[in-house]
């Protein structure tokens, strides 16, 4: 998200809007942003209202959710902008570049064509429409909406790799049933009409548009919803209601969050480093230089509609134990009786109460302390708890078995760590340090929504960490990878009956909510050297606190002086490949020779860089709760794991693999990294695709030489990866429709195709 503008007055607009004003007013002031305290904002709050309004609208063109009429492009010739048309759009609409969309339009009589029916407008209204955008717009999409009368007209910088569309400008609604002179339309299509401000976000003045045709600029994403609503977009009437809450309240979380980055940028100002990423590493708070990256990343998913979504955690609980806020909270431990606990761990690895124990020292004696006086302590296992999970779900959930002794809070014992980007993994601060090295990360169920689900640790995750633990050391061991990282999870507790829980019952919501798993840190890695830098891959997308670029910026310009690049796309393209050759190669054979296709996406994803020049010099993975696993591959290779039962992990088919690893890798963490790069560095995007297409290639071809795995299967690999179209998941319209672990799929174009 591009630094917020200085814009005039704003009013806030929704319920999130309103409730999040004291919460931000007072970090305001306290961290001496603006006078008064609510300024700052205010002014965060237009800039966050139209990303969320380009996420969503991003989604809806390369997503096409069920219900709506497919998307028109539009490209216009301005060659005759100074003809005697006085820059009249009454010249031929041209195609525009190869890039252009499948089904864009040369002229408006097709364009009349390719709308919706219902849409009934003329060619020569069609044509005026694009009259006074055409100074400053070439390319459009255009979304109709025919059971409002209504289009959508978004003004398109780039269509990037994946059909990753980039906005230029402000996206506007039209209506072509408004004729010049009605004045009755009180109210339009792209507002909501209900006075209940805490079901429909609403203006607290409606806006109207102009009585001559003219565009109205769209305001706030939640002035979509009465749109996709008309047209039978969601899965109900509450599935609607649920996405107008989670528009607003994303839009009141990224104003916050942003507000965050000016605090960080005095801290890295203040530091005198030989490079940002020494100065982030040393001047924003942390229990270590990794989990500082992760603290700068204020922007929340970048695909997601509803990426800043925190249902659960208000403003000032925001401000108590989100990451861009908090660089520690407080963890809490709870016991739980072992006749009552599933506790899983891998070979060679203790328990993790045992775990605990070793590292916090005092942690034992004060469990011991609250115990039912006739049981020993080693009756009981211990998990570490998040504080609004301990505080907020423990004293109701269980408070039968609190009562009966099985679950048993340990109120007198409290340690900082500094929570990561995804709120529910923390890392514990230094001076309490296990004999074998740093901290372990801990993993922690939080009653709070992110994107599509509940941010609890089902006991499928707690039984298959430490499985898959064992079957991805094995696999290390053999392949000695020199660029890829998988970080352990060594041992995990939940809460769990004796007679296992059903998956679909209460029972089940127990065990996840009371849960908790132990993951390697990244500086334990063999391939984390002692001055290397583990920078969580999602930074690099974000500004650079106190620029007003990305971070990745600054890495090209460091690497391309070290390899003495001549220009600045040819830094960036130097850059580029030796990320690529550390990310993508072993994790093509890992799915290839073993079936294990990881989730590495931007978040999941650490890249390892020498501060010295920025040079990538390895990728760790982690979260092995969103692998899949082809268990057929593993069994050529002679290993096995039995997951918990309904465990997403097991692989259905190859499919399932290349779904996962495809889309994560490529459409996600790369694809946004290549825009990003595209966006702000002179560098073709054709000739970023063709590398990283060269360099799976080179991997497959490397693969082939391996008589170990079947050459059909890498086939079938490599035709998969480079299918065009390609299956692209459609956050958007899994939203729209209420699913949350079920794909819903779209096709998009492939760039490693496009640019062979």
């Known amino acids: ?34 006078s ?28 096409r959710p069920a219900g709506l009429a497919d998307p028109a492009f539009v490209a216009i010739d301005r060659s005759d902008s100074n003809d005697g048309a006085s820059g009249s759009a009454r010249g031929p609409f041209a195609i525009g570049d190869p890039s252009e969309p499948p089904n864009a339009v040369d002229d408006p009589s097709s364009l009349r064509e390719a709308l919706s029916p219902e849409i009934d407008v003329s060619v ?31 003004p398109l910088a780039a269509r990037h790799g994946y059909d990753r569309f980039r906005f230029d400008g402000s996206i506007r609604g039209w209506s072509p049933a408004e004729r ?27 806006a109207r548009r102009t009585t001559n045709g003219g565009l109205e600029r769209i305001a706030h994403p939640v002035d979509l919803v009465p749109l996709l609503e008309r047209e039978g977009a969601f899965v109900d009437g509450a599935q609607a209601e649920r996405i107008r809450f989670e528009l607003s309240d994303s839009v009141a979380n990224l104003a916050l969050a942003q507000l965050a980055g000016d605090v960080h940028a005095k801290a890295v100002d203040a530091i005198d480093a030989g490079s940002t990423l020494e100065a982030i590493a040393a001047g924003v708070p942390a229990a270590d230089p990794a989990s500082a990256f992760e603290r700068i990343v204020t922007d929340g998913h970048p695909f997601h509609p509803a990426g ?67 049981a020993g302590r080693d009756e009981y296992a211990v998990v570490p708890v998040h504080p609004l999970q301990y505080h907020r779900t423990v004293p109701e959930r269980y408070a039968r078995q609190r009562d009966d002794g099985r679950v048993v809070p340990i109120p007198e014992f409290a340690r900082p760590a500094t929570p990561l980007l995804n709120l529910r993994t923390v890392v514990p601060h230094e001076g309490e340090r296990t004999a074998d090295g740093p901290i372990s990360h801990l993993k922690l169920a939080i009653p709070v929504q992110t994107t599509n689900v509940v941010r609890t640790l ?66 334990a890695h063999r391939l984390v050297p002692d001055d290397g830098l583990a920078v969580v891959a999602s930074s690099l997308v974000a500004d650079a606190p106190g620029t007003d670029r990305p971070l990745v910026c600054e890495l090209i310009d460091r690497y391309g002086g070290s390899v003495d690049a001549r220009t600045d796309g040819e830094a960036a393209l130097a850059f580029l490949e030796r990320y690529v050759a550390v990310v993508v190669p072993d994790q093509l ?40 696993a082809h268990r057929g591959r593993l069994a050529d290779r002679g290993l096995s794991f039995e997951p918990y039962p309904n465990s997403d992990l097991d692989a259905d088919g190859e499919r399932d693999c290349y779904r996962k690893l495809y889309y994560a890798l490529f459409q996600n963490h790369l694809a946004e990294l290549v825009a990003t790069i595209v966006r702000e560095r002179e560098v073709d995007e054709a000739d970023c695709w ?14 082939r030489g391996d008589s170990s795995v079947p050459s059909d299967r890498i086939r079938r690999d490599e035709r998969a990866l480079v299918s065009d179209p390609t299956e692209h998941k459609a956050l958007t319209a899994m939203r729209l429709r209420g699913k949350r672990h079920e794909y819903v799929t779209s096709e998009v174009a492939n760039p490693l195709a496009r640019y062979a």
């Open 1 to 34: 998200m591009t630094k917020r503008r200085r814009s005039g007055p704003i009013s806030l607009r929704t319920t999130a809007e309103r409730n999040a004003l004291g919460a931000a007013s007072r970090y305001a002031r306290a961290n001496d942003l603006s």
């Open 36 to 63: 008064p305290g609510e300024t700052a904002y205010l002014e965060a709050l237009a800039d966050a209202r139209n990303e969320i309004l380009f996420r969503l609208v991003r989604g809806l063109l390369r997503g």
């Open 124 to 154: 020569d209204r069609l044509r005026s429409l694009f009259d006074p955008l055409r100074d400053r717009h070439r390319r459009f999409a255009l979304v109709p909406f025919p059971g409002s009368e209504t289009l959508l007209l978004a």
């Open 180 to 206: 010049p002179g009605d004045s009755s339309a009180d109210e339009t299509a792209v507002e909501s009409t209900a006075n209940d401000a805490n079901a429909r976000e609403t203006a607290e003045k409606p």
């Open 308 to 374: 800043k979504l925190r249902r659960g955690m208000s403003a000032a609980d925001g401000l108590a134990y989100a990451p861009e806020f908090a660089d520690r909270i407080d963890i809490r431990f709870v016991a739980i009786d072992r006749a009552f606990a599933l506790e899983s761990h891998a070979s060679g690895s203790d328990r993790l109460t045992e775990r605990l124990f070793e590292t916090f020292d005092g942690l034992e004696p004060a469990v011991e302390q609250e115990l039912p006086s006739d």
């Open 458 to 523: 089902s006991p499928n995750a707690v039984s298959n960490g430490p499985r898959l633990t064992d079957v991805v050391r094995a696999i290390d061991e053999r392949e000695s990878f020199e660029t890829l990282g998988i970080l352990a999870e060594p041992a995990a507790t939940c809460y769990h009956p004796p007679s296992g829980p059903d998956p679909g019952g209460e029972a089940f919501d127990d065990a996840r909510h009371l849960s908790a798993l132990l993951r390697a840190a990244p500086s």
């Open 589 to 628: 054979r890992l799915l290839s020779a073993y079936g294990i296709a990881l989730e590495s996406h931007l978040q999941n994803s650490l890249v390892v860089f020498d501060p010295d020049d920025a040079r990538p010099v390895a990728t760790l993975v982690r979260d092995l709760g969103g692998i899949r």
């Open 690 to 703: 063709r590398l990283i297409r060269t360099s799976c290639e080179r991997t497959f071809e490397r693969l």
